[in-house]
């Protein structure tokens, strides 16, 4: 690392704070199990600071900036960001344990992202509306107002680039809190924000445990948005905590992403994509294709490339640049994923290869586990309905197109889905029907800053990327003159 980022403090109102009702501890290495270094997290009292230091910066200086002044900010920050890629994929990798490989490929994209929002900044119009002589109409958008982000542990810096760019762009100001697993990366951008020469209290950036912290957030009178990635249940929560005031929300949510496999796909392409997107972030994203749906005459094949794949792939120390996958990110998830692959057993699915962790020499401490695979998977087992988070991928099989979308629109989610075949007519059938909010058709996991993601049913409010990742962070406010 050439960079010397510090994390026991918070960033509040422009500010490296001691926390009034946090502390300092110890973050745990994924990789041993031991601890890094120590790092700061807020109370409600922090909170409190942060919100106030948000308001202020909000009505004052921020609001005051012009769009171009706000956007030319943005677009300085983007550049540090692009020379800083390297210092945040270590810290980032460090705290998850996403193989380096990852890290740099997924973090070096995030500055188009802040880029792509910048760009938008100065054209947020409205529209005037047709009225009669006597009565000019128009409309104008205004930003929300203070927004609390809270953002998961998976990918800590690309959650925080979807939320504060168009929040930033809006002419919103923001608190940031980080899961309590992984806050390092949030606290080094703290660092770029303040080096951008961003006005006090625009980004304030507050590490802490999502019940006490995240809850006082969420229920706090002078927020008015919570832009939310995380699980489902922790979504009620946060719904029924925020009722009191009545503020915004946004929500990305998890998945349970089916990846179909027609038989007349290019199966090389659709086998490096599927096991691909099994294994990435070691399981732990809500876009991975964990539910193969695969037509039977090239079942038996599948499973066998899938165990085959499997075993090739590098699980290794996530600093190294040679390996593939790194160990999940914390204990508790270890646990999960160990006890789903036991479901799975006791559901009767074949498990093909994988479902121990690791404890070979040099990773025995960490979270590591093993590639996994299940085949005769049937769609209700709840290896195919619940997220499990871990490299586990379910393979089930199926017989012709109505089948596949009755299996993949079968569960709660609704977040993405992925399908290969060299059939442009069955392409254009089936993605028009299944549920979710992103389809990628003989590609998978291809995301960008202009293209709209999130999720329907229980998968997420609102869209981030895309023009209408502003909409949630705009209000519209109309104006009637009587001529
Ligand atoms: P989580 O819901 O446990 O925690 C997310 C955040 O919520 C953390 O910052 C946590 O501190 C905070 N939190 C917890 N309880 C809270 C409360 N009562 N009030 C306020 N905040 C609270 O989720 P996680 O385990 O960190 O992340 C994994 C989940 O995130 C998975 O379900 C995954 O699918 C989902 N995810 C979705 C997307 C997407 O874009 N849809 C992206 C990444 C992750």
């Keep these: 690392m050439t960079r010397a980022f510090r994390f026991d403090r918070l960033f509040i109102g422009g500010e490296w704070v001691t926390p009034i009702d946090g502390g300092v501890r110890s973050s745990i290495d994924p990789a041993t199990g031991e601890s890094w270094g120590d790092v700061a997290y807020g109370g409600p009292q922090d909170i409190d600071r942060a919100v106030a230091a948000a308001r202020e ?9 012009s769009p171009w002044e706000r956007a030319a900010l943005l ?6 960001y692009a020379a800083s890629v390297e210092d945040l994929a270590q810290v980032e990798t460090r705290d998850n344990g996403r193989a380096i490989r990852e890290s ?7 500055a188009q992202y802040y880029h792509w929002f910048a760009s938008l900044a100065d054209k947020l119009g409205g529209r005037t509306i047709p009225m009669d002589d006597s009565v000019h109409a128009f409309t104008s958008r205004l930003p929300v107002g203070v927004v609390g982000t809270i953002t998961p542990w998976n990918v800590p810096l690309m959650a925080a680039a979807w939320k504060l760019g168009p929040a930033l762009a809006a002419g919103c100001t923001v608190v940031l809190k980080p899961a309590e697993q992984t806050p390092a990366s949030s606290l080094a951008l703290a660092h770029l924000f303040e080096e951008a020469g961003f006005p006090a209290g625009v980004v304030n950036v507050v590490p802490g445990d999502g019940p006490t912290a995240g809850a006082h957030l969420v229920a706090h009178p002078q927020v008015d948005k919570i832009a939310f990635t995380g699980e489902g249940e922790t ?17 990305e949510l998890g998945g349970k992403a089916p990846h179909i496999l027609f038989a007349d796909a290019d199966l090389d392409q659709a086998l490096n994509a599927a096991t691909a997107s099994a294994w990435t972030l070691c399981g732990q994203s809500c876009a991975l294709g964990s539910r193969v749906l695969v037509e ?9 490339q899938f165990r085959q794949r499997a075993a090739r792939v590098r699980v290794g120390i996530p600093q190294d640049p040679a390996t593939h ?23 009767g699915a074949e498990l093909v290869t994988g479902g121990s962790r690791i404890e070979r020499d040099g990773l025995a401490g960490g979270y590591f586990v093993e590639p996994t695979v299940f085949a005769g998977v049937a769609p209700d087992m709840r290896i195919a309905q619940e997220e499990i988070f871990g490299p586990v991928a379910a393979l089930i099989p199926f017989d012709g197109e109505d089948e596949a979308v009755a299996i993949a629109n079968g569960t709660r989610y609704g977040l993405t889905a992925g399908l290969w075949t060299r059939d442009t007519g069955r392409a254009h059938r089936v993605s028009q029907r299944i549920e979710a909010g992103m389809v990628w058709v003989n590609t ?8 709209p993601y999130g999720g329907v049913k229980q998968s997420g409010w609102g869209r981030e990327n895309g023009i209408e990742a502003l909409d949630s962070y705009l209000e519209t406010r109309t104006t009637i003159v009587s001529t």
């Excluded at 910066?57 to 900036?65: I, Q, T, V, Y």
């Excluded at 039977?296 to 066998?304: A, F, K, L, M, N």
């Design 444 to 451: 998978y996991r291809y995301i960008r800053w202009s293209t």
């Design 296 to 304: 039977r005459p090239i079942y038996d094949e599948v499973v066998d």
């Design 325 to 347: 996958m790194g160990p999940q990110a914390h204990q508790q998830q270890l646990d999960k994923t160990l006890s789903y692959v036991g479901i799975g057993r006791d559901e």
């Design 57 to 65: 910066a909000f009505e004052g200086p921020w609001r005051r900036m």
């Design 75 to 80: 677009r300085r920050f983007a550049d540090l």
């Design 235 to 251: 979504a009620k929560t946060i719904l029924r905590t925020g009722a009191e005031t009545l503020k915004r929300f946004s929500f």
């Design 104 to 110: 740099r490929g997924d973090i070096g994209l995030h």
